[in-house]
């Protein structure tokens, strides 16, 4: 009798969270026919459906929500037990999935990566970036071992270890450089550039500025930082970015930087893994001495 495989639970947990045949087969490096013959497979050892296959999405059947949260159990059990082997086995190795977002990635990943590769040789670095809820929920459910975030993330499930502080810093157009800075108060009245929603840096960055949670009328959206620095090179407004950010964007456009007043706004950036990871003491190991590789 064909019994339930690994690759069985893998690749039908690609489509649960992608809903998409397509999609789903790209993000477990398989052919969409060889995907939808491993779920057909696995609906076949059940006797039950799993999926309801429509001409443009799938649904999962209630059989199939609950299979996919069991089997999402079931593979971060697996990983854990890889973990469990390699914390037996002395200095970090092995595949390590870190999460990172993306106003952190572009800036710090490089010298994170630099570091990584001359402390701890033997890791296999697999980078990903997202943003935040992504990263969290990847996290959570056993598709990263750990995340780069700005904190907190408040996840009693989770361990998190700040790394390093860093301010806000105020984006306005060249033409502007002589010009008084704005008050705090006068912010919420400028023409702001924000992220798209799902960063967190522009929640922060609405925190800052006093802004309804869901600010409409004058401020307009950007996918990226350095987008949003174009634009506003580009005459149409200012913008805040993370400090790490500066030597790189002020390259990208005719903008100039300013430190804001008191109190200057700031967010913490830090490592977040599963406190029930085996690898959680060496984890924290990594993030002290990634600490201070970025103090120096």
Known sequence: MTQITMKHLRYFDALARHRHFGRAAEASSISQPALSLQVKELEDILGAALVERGARQIRLTALGEDFA??????????????????????????????????????????????????????????????????????????????????????????TEVALFDEEFLLVRHEDAADHPLPALVDLPEMPLLLLEEGHCFRDQAIAFCKLPPSPAGE??????????????????????????????????????????????????????????????????ELAEGLRAALAG
């Open 69 to 158: 949260l069991r089997s999402r159990e079931v593979l971060r059990a697996v990983d854990e037990l890889g973990a469990l082997a390699r914390a037996s086995g002395g200095p970090l190795s092995g595949r390590l999935r870190l999460g990172v977002i993306p106003t952190v990635a572009p800036y710090l990943l490089p010298q994170v990566m630099r570091h990584l590769a001359r402390n701890h040789p033997d890791l296999d670095l697999r980078p990903r970036e997202a943003v935040t809820p992504k990263l969290l929920r990847d996290l959570g459910e056993g598709r990263l071992d750990l995340a780069l975030v700005a904190l907190p993330v408040s996840e009693p499930s989770f």
């Open 219 to 284: 401020i307009m959206e950007g996918s990226s930082l350095t987008t949003l620095v174009q634009m506003v090179g580009a005459g149409i407004g200012v913008t805040l970015i993370p400090e790490m950010a500066a030597e790189v964007e002020l390259r990208s456009a005719p903008v100039v930087l300013h430190r804001l007043p008191e109190p200057r706004p700031k967010r913490t950036i830090g490592l977040v893994w599963r406190r029930s990871n085996p690898l959680a003491d060496r984890y924290g």
